[in-house]
Structures are given as C-alpha cells and as structure tokens.
C-alpha cells in the first residue's frame, strides 16, 4: 500500500450559523475531525442520523450552504495532480479539478441524480463528454458492464430502471473520470437486503491501488461487509477509528460498544438515550469533557472516561475519552 494518504484530514471542524430568529445559535456539526484515506482503503464513516456525516462529505467537496464555515484542513493529495486544501480551495478549483475529477460522488438516491426525461445511457454520455471531452459508445457500455449493467440497459429512462440499476448508473456516472477518491454517501438508502448487499460490495470492489473510498452509512452490516477501515463518529466527533476487523472485533469506545450492541448478532438492543442538540455541544463539553457520557452507563470491559474528547492514537487506532485497558 502505498504510504502517501489521499485524502487528510486534521482538526476538520463545521458550524451553522442559525440566525436570529432561532437566538444566533451554532450548530457544532462536525469538530476536530482526524481521517486519513490511502488508496486501497474502503473507510466507513458510522453513526446515527444526524451525527455529522454527510456535513462531512459536503464540506470536503465545497457544497456548504451560505451559513456554514469550517475550519482546520482536508488535504486531497491524489494522483500526479497538485494538492488541493478542500476547505480553502476557491470554487472555480473545486467545480473544475476536483467535483467529478478527482473526487467521484455517489449520491444518496439515484433519483436525485439521474434527470428523469433522459436515458441512462444518454447521461453516461454526458458525463463523459464533460469530463473526458468524448463520449465513446464502447467505453460508455464498458463502464457500465463493469459496474455489473447490461448494456442495453443504458437505454431505458430512469423511471424504468430498478432501484439497484439506477445506483449501478450512479456509481457508474462517478467513474467517468477514474477519481483517485469516491465518496458514497447512504448509496443504499432504499433498496432492499440483497440489493445492498450487492451495491455494498461494488464500491468495496472500487478501492484498488490507485484508488480509495469513503463510505458514509448508518448501515453497519454494510459497513463491515467491505469495510477495511472505520471510523465512528458520534455527535459531530469522530469516537473511534482504525482497521475495521479491530475496531469491529474489540471496540474500545463505549459507543462504538453500543452500537455493534444493535446489530441483530448483538440483540438488537438499541442505544438508550438520543443523541444531544449539536447546539449545545459546546456547552456539553467544557461541563463533562465527553459529549457521550449523560448516554454513557457505565460499560463492562470498557476503560472509565477521561474527559479527553479529542482522537488519540494508540497504535494503528485511535480513541477519544476511552483508553485502551
Ligand atoms: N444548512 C444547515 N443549517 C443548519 N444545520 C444543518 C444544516 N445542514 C445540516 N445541519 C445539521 O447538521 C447536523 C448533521 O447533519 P448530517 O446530515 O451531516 O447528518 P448525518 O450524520 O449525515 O445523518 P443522516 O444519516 O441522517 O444522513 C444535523 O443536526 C443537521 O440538522
Ligand atoms: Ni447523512
């Protein structure tokens, strides 16, 4: 593997401005992320609803609202091409280089990326001809074979693509220009058992030696199905990370702990609690250290919190609050 990450990030932070009608308040959606994606890697980014994830995703490609600020670094290093710091980078520099080019997005739904009134193919066509400046018929069906579609398959409208086909495009439409990074955020929202489990393996078959992916899901059987790498994220707060078969197989954070408690093989027990108000985060904070710990009982074979919410390394894992014993 090569040891140069794609895709760096260090003390990666977003807040929302809510205006006065809602008292100035400050929606702490994403704080002090520390992620590292190497070609090669698939990285799960975990965690309830809300928690941060797709903000995540939105920053690194420069599609944050007008109320939104970041701050700290996301370092997108692929290829032969220069560096870009994403959350500095002007949008003339996102739009043209990186959204498409290097970093390949698949979307939530099909649905929201696939204009109704065109065929498939007619799209893929598109897509190629923008970023590739052609679009060959023989490549446009190689593409589409190799994210498992049938060539004739291409022309048929959306609306007439089955929900697994239509993410096939997606994922398809993400390829056009080879990125050295794709992001799937919730690609399986939607679909049935066995379709996820499909569509999950295809992006898991993406990350190769020149390529790494992101895949942002709530998921987690998804998730450990190909992930190499997780990371959990937690109430903007990236809790845990490391190699997947690790953290999955000895979590050390106790949320980490509770949510594997959630998966069928752990009994379905769901979290107790919600989550707190990203609003109060802050405040949070400086009262308990940990933004876990009004939800955190204390939990067998897990080290007691120290308070300390930032990521520390131990090793190939990190760990927020919760040392390894
Ligand atoms: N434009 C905005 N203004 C204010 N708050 C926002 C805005 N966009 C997102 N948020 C808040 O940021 C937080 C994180 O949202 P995000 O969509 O990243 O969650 P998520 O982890 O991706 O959840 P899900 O699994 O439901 O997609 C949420 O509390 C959300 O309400
Ligand atoms: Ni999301």
């Known amino acids: 593997m090569q040891q140069s990450p794609l895709l760096w990030l260090d003390d990666m932070s977003v807040r929302f401005e809510l205006g006065r009608s809602r008292g100035s308040e400050t929606v702490h959606a994403v704080t002090d992320a520390r992620l590292r994606l190497f070609p090669g890697q698939v990285l799960a980014l975990v965690g309830e609803s809300g928690c941060g994830k797709s903000v995540l995703a939105s920053a690194l490609l420069g599609l944050l609202p007008a109320n939104a600020w970041s701050r700290g670094r996301a370092l997108l290093s ?20 990186v959204r498409g080019r290097r970093v390949g997005l698949v979307p939530q739904s099909a649905a929201t990326h696939l204009t109704p009134v065109r065929t498939a193919r007619a799209q893929l066509s598109e897509a190629f001809r923008e970023l590739r400046g052609r679009a060959d018929r023989a490549e446009v069906e190689a593409l589409a074979r190799r994210v498992g579609l ?68 709530h998921d987690l059987d998804a998730a450990a199905r190909v992930a ?13 990370s490391g190699p997947a078969a690790e ?12 949510l594997l408690g959630a998966l069928p093989e752990g009994g379905f027990q769901p979290v107790p609690g919600h989550p707190p108000a990203l609003t109060e985060l802050a405040e949070l904070e400086r009262e308990w250290g940990c933004v876990f710990c009004l939800r955190c009982p204390e939990t067998p074979g897990v080290a007691p919190c120290n308070g300390e919410p930032r990521l520390v390394e131990h090793g190939r894992r990190s760990v927020a609050a919760h040392p390894p014993c």
């Open 78 to 97: 692929s290829g032969t091409d220069e560096d870009v710091e994403l959350l500095a980078a002007p949008e003339s520099v996102l739009a043209r280089e």
């Open 228 to 240: 190499t790498h997780v990371a959990v994220m937690y109430a903007s707060r990236v809790v845990e």
């Open 150 to 217: 049938d060539p004739d398959e291409l022309d048929h409208y959306p609306h007439e693509l089955s929900g697994g086909m239509a993410q096939r495009v997606a994922v398809a439409s993400a390829l056009v220009a080879e990125p050295p990074v794709v992001i799937a955020d919730e690609p399986t929202t939607g679909l049935d058992r066995p379709l996820v489990e499909r569509v999950t393996d295809l992006l898991g078959e993406l990350a190769d030696r020149e390529r790494g992916v992101l895949l942002i899901t």
């Open 247 to 258: 953290v999955f197989g000895e979590p050390w954070h106790p949320y980490t702990k509770r």
